[in-house]
């Protein structure tokens, strides 16, 4: 299975529909009046974590999310349809941001479905606008669009304990030893190429869950090997594991290892690096220098790191190093939960969003909100035209064109209609 932990999509919320021009009809009745119904609310997105998936692949074969628009508004002051609710399944631990600014939206971590973005209220029928003196409206109001935005998922494993370490220190064999992960072992470098979890059995309603992550080398927080794209999965562990081969059966120096990842997570997030570590000295069992374990030992009480000897392939030493792990754990805080830090842009309706440009002698006005007002309107209606006209001064729309220097008789483009200007 391909491990995908990253992606870019697209969502859209649905619009909301249109409210209804309609008036009562029925025999015997004289002037039934408005009984336009309101429009549907738009489908919203809704994220919801589906502990089955591991891995984004599926957003790499479809990036765009929509959901349905609600339904118009019916006569007999029925209301339309609210759109469904488009359900969008990740990973545990998949965080939500925002693409243009890479603010977080949501931390997908818990159990509840976040809406990301929400659909479009319905319009209002004609039978809102009824008053005394306007008695038969023939206009009503437009569904709101949906909120719609381009989105990244980034997937950070939920794991207590992270195993890390160079690669071939006997990480896999290790989480395969305590826990019933199978991950593929063998006897050369990047075997484990992607994350692999487990869940560790300490007691009766003891337990924690462990995370292998790919071999991490020098050079690994500017992008050599694999450890530059997993090292964001340890990000959320409480406790490091940091094994190291105290055999040095690759040729290199215990020390020198344990130094040289350590100083990678500083290089990556100095918030990851003072993370609790406990070093385990692996591969005892094959230890020819001694010296090595010893010096290892050193430096571990230097760095004030618990320090334990086992070999994970002859499971000595392990049973120990479990309950030493789960001791930890209990005095540390839970796993990380990001907050969000996404600020919702305003959306304006007002003098701001609208733009007035003049050509040729005439004045092209433009803007959402503008848009939206005239969508309600009924030209061949007098009430109609009368309540745009106020709605456009209310907007302020003739004080921006006053301050152009319109004059009387001037001809006014409103969204491809022509009218003229009249003190």
């Not at 009824?130 to 109001?141: C, L, S």
């Not at 007098?382 to 006053?402: H, I, P, T, V, W």
Request: net charge negative; aromatic share 8%; charged share 25%.
């Amino acid at each position: 299975m391909t491990f995908v932990d990253t992606a870019k999509i697209f969502i859209k919320a649905g619009k909301g529909g249109d409210g209804a021009v309609s008036f009562h009809r029925e025999k015997y009745v004289a002037a039934g009046g408005p009984d336009g119904g309101d429009g549907g609310k738009g489908g919203d997105v809704v994220f919801q974590i589906d502990d089955n998936l591991a891995t984004l692949l599926d957003f790499r074969m479809k990036r765009k999310y929509a959901a349905p628009n609600g339904e118009n508004g019916f006569g007999k002051r029925s209301s339309g349809k609210d759109g469904a609710d488009i359900v969008v399944k990740v990973p545990r631990g998949c965080l939500i941001k925002d693409a243009e600014t890479g603010a977080l939206i949501h931390d997908m971590s818990d159990d509840q479905p976040f809406v990301a973005a929400k659909g479009g209220r319905g319009g209002w029928g004609n039978s809102h606008f009824a008053t005394p003196t306007r008695q038969a409206p023939r206009f009503a109001k437009p569904g709101l669009p949906g909120q719609e935005r381009m989105i990244i998922l980034e997937l950070k494993l939920i794991a207590d304990v992270g195993l890390i370490g160079f690669p071939n220190v006997g990480k896999s064999t290790l989480l395969s030893v305590i826990s019933k992960a199978r991950p593929k072992i063998a006897n050369y470098h990047f075997t484990t190429l992607v994350p692999n979890l487990g869940a560790v059995y300490v007691g009766e309603g003891q337990s924690f869950v462990a995370a292998d992550i790919p071999g991490i080398i020098e050079g690994a927080a500017e992008g050599a090997g694999l450890g530059h794209d997993f090292l964001r999965h340890i990000e959320r562990c409480r406790l490091l594991l940091h094994l190291v081969d105290a055999a040095g059966s690759e040729g290199r120096d215990p020390t020198e290892d344990l130094d040289a990842i350590n100083a990678e997570l500083r290089q990556y997030s100095p918030q990851l690096a003072q993370r609790p570590q406990i070093i385990v000295a692996n591969k005892t069992d094959i230890l020819q220098n001694p010296e090595n374990a010893q010096r290892l030992r050193q430096r571990a009480e230097e760095l004030g790191c618990p320090y334990f000897e086992i070999s994970a392939a002859a499971q000595t030493g392990v049973e120990e190093l479990i309950f030493a792990v789960w001791r930890q754990l209990q005095a540390l805080p839970p796993v990380t939960v990001y907050e969000p830090d996404f600020v919702e842009p305003e959306q304006k309706e007002n003098l701001d969003d609208i733009v007035v440009e003049r050509q040729d002698g005439v004045f092209y006005v433009s803007g959402r909100h503008i848009e939206r007002i005239f969508a309600s309107v009924n030209l061949s209606d007098y009430e109609s035209r009368m309540y745009f006209e106020r709605a456009l001064r209310k907007a302020g729309l003739f004080d921006r064109l006053e301050a152009q220097g319109i004059q009387e008789h001037d001809v006014v483009n409103v969204c491809g209609f022509e009218f003229e200007y009249l003190y």
